[in-house]
């Protein structure tokens, strides 16, 4: 994925002296790594959040945040938080 005009959440991982930007892409659900450096963005990965047990899948995300800060023992290296634009019928509030 290319940043473009349906890139919608935007945040950035710091980790030491390394800076990751994650981008949500609401048209076709996915999402963007980049590697931020001096010279400009570096494409690094793409994903999907898709369904499982515990947690629905994620379709046209409007946003994301990110810390790199331990959360506890079940997040020891931080976490990424999306926003989910549909709810699985039969899901609940997964």
Avoid: W
Avoid at 31 to 57: M, N, S, T, W
Avoid at 78 to 94: I, K, M, P, S, Y
């Amino acid at each position: 994925m290319h940043l473009s005009a349906d890139a919608e959440g935007l945040t950035i991982a710091y980790r030491g002296g390394a800076k990751t930007l994650y981008a949500s892409s609401q048209g076709d659900s996915t999402f963007a790594a980049y590697r931020i450096a001096p010279k400009g963005l570096e494409y690094r990965a793409g994903f999907q959040v898709v369904d499982g047990k515990a947690a629905d899948g994620v379709q046209h995300s409007d946003g994301a945040a990110v810390t790199t800060q331990s959360l506890g023992s079940r997040f020891p290296h931080g976490l990424l938080a999306v926003h989910d634009g549909e709810n699985t019928l039969g899901d609940g509030d997964r």
